[in-house]
């Protein structure tokens, strides 16, 4: 007679699956994207370069795994997070790569580091500065994503528009950009154009999904 399963090897194999869908870059850079919100299949496609098919496929796998949820909105098959737990995944992965990963610490040097000379702003300073009204507090996502939530008083600027809402700004009043993420280059390069034009400006140092995550002020639809 066959020994019967080990059950806690049983439970690492299912833990194996989610692994498994959670080691691709295309597929982690969705999660990165569905954290804004939920979105459609086309759309998710356009912002992350892929072809629709292989979009498709990728959620699929991460849908199998558990990991995000789809519901049909007439023609089109809209994806969301099956739950937080979900991105608090994804920011441990983050979290260990950049401690234990020389190849991500230096790519991040490289591709962020030198956009960003000042320290950048943690949550609860943030929360101070703007109660004070030491700060303007602007979200540079497109504005379907800022639609979905966003940090309560934050301004949308996407960042294409910004030279438009330069003299909207004051310079004895800082402006905090904050977007998608800690990797989001969006925020970075908002700082960069508004130093540029002479304001003070600094980044958040997370993004949105961590902000809501940590339970802070926002605004969701």
């Known amino acids: 007679m066959s020994e019967p399963p080990d059950h806690k090897q049983a439970l690492f194999a299912h833990l194996a699956v989610i692994a498994r869908a959670l ?100 949550a609860d300073e943030l929360l101070v500065r703007v109660r004070d009204g030491l700060a303007t507090v602007i979200d540079v996502r497109p504005p379907d994503e800022f639609a979905q939530g966003h940090v309560a008083g934050a301004l949308n600027i996407p960042l294409e528009r910004l030279q438009e809402y330069l003299d909207r700004f004051t310079p004895d009043r800082e402006v905090i950009a904050y977007c998608r993420g800690p990797w989001c280059v969006l925020s970075f390069e908002a700082v960069t154009r508004l130093r540029a034009a002479g304001f003070s400006a600094r980044r958040l140092r997370d993004g949105w999904p961590e902000w809501r995550r940590a339970g802070l002020p926002v605004i969701t639809n």
């Open 23 to 122: 080691g691709h870059g295309a597929r982690l850079e969705l999660l990165d994207f569905l954290a804004q919100g939920e979105r459609a299949v086309e759309d998710l496609a356009r912002v992350a370069g892929l072809s629709i098919a292989n979009t498709s496929k990728h959620l699929q796998q991460l849908k199998a795994a558990g990991l995000v949820l789809a519901r049909r909105d007439g023609k089109h098959i809209r994806y969301t997070l099956a739950d937080d737990r979900v991105l608090d995944a994804v920011m441990v992965l983050r979290a260990l790569a950049q401690a234990r990963s020389r190849a991500v610490g230096e790519l991040l040097a490289e591709y962020l580091g030198s956009r960003d000379d000042l320290e950048p702003v943690p």
